[in-house]
Nanobody, 116 residues
């Protein structure tokens, strides 16, 4: 089992910034990739960003490219999501994710609310 604990959500005005953090209880061979998803009210959960700790490669949802930056600290088993130029449409519960298939793990989520 891998436990993920997110932090850093909150209420911010449009144009503001927030930094999310996610700490994993341990890393395994299946957890080289860590990422963030989000779910807005009435919508399906969607991919936001991911990072491969082995290669350093990153990927982003088109609508956050250039505004959000994902990074990781291998020594701390932690992944970060720096969110700048936030928009009201970024309002959602943000979830940390790692693992693959049946060994996929999710955090409890952290609320991000962007006011206009």
């Amino acid at each position: 089992q891998v436990q993920l604990v997110e932090s850093g959500g909150g209420l911010v005005q449009a144009g503001g910034s927030l930094r999310l953090s996610c700490v994993a209880s341990r890393r395994t061979v299946n957890t080289a990739v860590m990422g963030w998803f989000r779910q807005a009210p009435g919508k399906e959960r969607e991919f936001v960003a991911r990072i491969n700790f082995d290669s350093g490669n990153t990927a982003y949802l088109d609508s956050v490219e250039g505004r959000f930056t994902i990074s990781g600290d291998n020594a701390k088993n932690t992944v970060y999501l720096q969110m700048n130029s936030l928009k009201p449409e970024d309002t959602a519960v943000y979830y940390c994710n790692t693992g693959q298939g049946p060994l996929s793990y999710w955090g409890q989520g952290t609320q991000v609310t962007v006011s206009s």
